[in-house]
């Protein structure tokens, strides 16, 4: 395609960038930008795709079901269930074609990293705040209610992981999802009860090592330098 010499096309693109970005900053985004001491961060919190209305309606709806099932069945079903529904979100905080503010991200001057570290933790607290709402609303012991959250992480590290180094976040759902679904078959014929998968401390060193190994290779791949995509 022939440009005609007076069309600058990097400077109509940006004029397309900002008119995408340009909108009002409502008083969360104000909020979190104070208190990250970074606009650009807020503004790359509050545009996570795991984040947005759609998702967080979602995950409430399935944790709600579990919710329901576990008060009618007596099985801690909100326990097996938020580690996956977490494992998702944390795959889809990252990564290009599915995160609406990557480039944003990669041009931050708190770098790549930052942005997913604050990403992440956001996931993990909402998914942490839904799965304890359920697990208390559905009157599952103290020790069920707490105990997946260390496992959650371990899933959560691990489709972040696979997310990042395939470049693909169906990938990283699939991987996390099938491991945690493998994990619960497995302590479920081993030991006879589903629960023990959230409640056998024998497990939760297995699942910090995951989730170390997994870090490192987080960090491994996200090691660019600020400014490239």
């Given at each position: 395609m022939n440009v005609p010499e007076d069309v600058n096309l990097d400077r109509v693109w940006t004029g397309i960038a900002t008119g995408l970005w340009r909108r009002e900053v409502r008083w969360p985004e104000r909020i979190i930008g104070r208190l990250l001491r970074s606009p650009g961060l807020a503004r790359a919190l509050l545009t996570?795709?795991?984040?947005?209305?759609p998702w967080l309606l979602a995950s409430a709806v399935v944790l709600g079901a579990g919710t329901v099932a576990t008060a009618a069945s007596g099985r801690p079903l909100v326990s097996l269930v938020a580690p996956a529904v977490a494992a998702?979100?944390?795959?889809?905080?990252?990564?290009p074609g599915i995160d609406p503010a990557w480039e944003l991200s990669c041009s931050a001057a708190v770098g790549v990293?930052?942005?997913?570290?604050?990403?992440?933790?956001?996931v993990l607290a909402v998914d942490t705040v839904f799965g304890l709402v359920g697990s208390a609303a559905s009157g599952a012991t103290v020790g069920v209610t707490f105990g997946w959250l260390i496992p959650m992480t371990a899933v959560s590290a691990l489709a972040l992981a696979t997310a990042t180094v395939t470049r693909s976040a169906l990938v990283g759902t699939v991987a996390g999802s099938a491991a945690w679904a493998g994990t619960v078959l497995y302590t479920r014929t081993a030991e006879g009860r589903v629960a023990a998968v959230v409640t056998?401390?024998?497990l939760v060193v297995p699942y910090l090592v995951v989730t170390a190994c997994c870090t490192a290779i987080v960090l491994f791949t996200t090691r660019m330098p600020k400014g490239s995509s």
């Open positions: 996570t795709p795991s984040l947005l209305v998702a979100g944390i795959a889809y905080a990252y990564g990293r930052m942005v997913l570290l604050v990403r992440a933790f956001g056998d401390s024998s």
